[in-house]
Structures are given as C-alpha cells and as structure tokens.
C-alpha cells in the first residue's frame, strides 16, 4: 500500500481492484516458488524414499536369486533319492 492510501484510506475502485492484483501476484509468485525449489524436510523425505526404494530392489533381486537356488537344490536332492534309492 502506498502512504497516500494509507493517509486518504482506501478510496473508489481503481484502489480496491490494485489490492486485488497484488493478492493474486503474491498467491502465484508462492505457488512458483514452492514448486520449483522443494522444502530442505521434503528433499530430504525424498532422499529417503529413494535410498528406501534402491534397497527394497536390491533385497528383491537377492531374494528371488536365493529362491531359485532352493528350487534347483531341491531338484538335486529329489534326483540324488530317486537313482541313488535312498
């Protein structure tokens, strides 16, 4: 607000409609910055889902390796009691 404004108090149209303008400037001018620049709480949320996310693809690719290593030694095992006649 200027001094005149202050001074004369809000006077007719043209001033109401220039408050207007500058609340709606000042509401996308925040939105742009919220956007474009994560708070230092979510970039670190967002570390952490992805640190959370790599290991969760590592301890599935171990796992099904380690689920195909019991199937063949199940495999062996069933074969060693069938021609050994166990």
Not at 45 to 50: C, F, I, V
Not at 59 to 84: D, H, P, R, S
Request: overall charge positive; charged content about 30%; glycine content about 4%.
């Amino acid at each position: 607000m200027r001094l005149k404004d202050k001074v004369f108090g809000n006077v007719g149209r043209h001033s109401q409609q220039q408050e207007v303008e500058e609340n709606n400037r000042a509401r996308y001018t925040e939105k742009d910055t919220q956007e474009e620049s994560p708070s230092r709480t979510q970039q670190r949320q967002n570390e952490k889902n992805e640190i959370a996310a790599e290991k969760k693809r590592k301890l599935i690719k171990k796992l099904n390796w380690i689920i195909a290593g019991l199937f063949v030694a199940i495999i062996c095992v069933y074969c060693f009691m069938i021609f050994v006649n166990f």
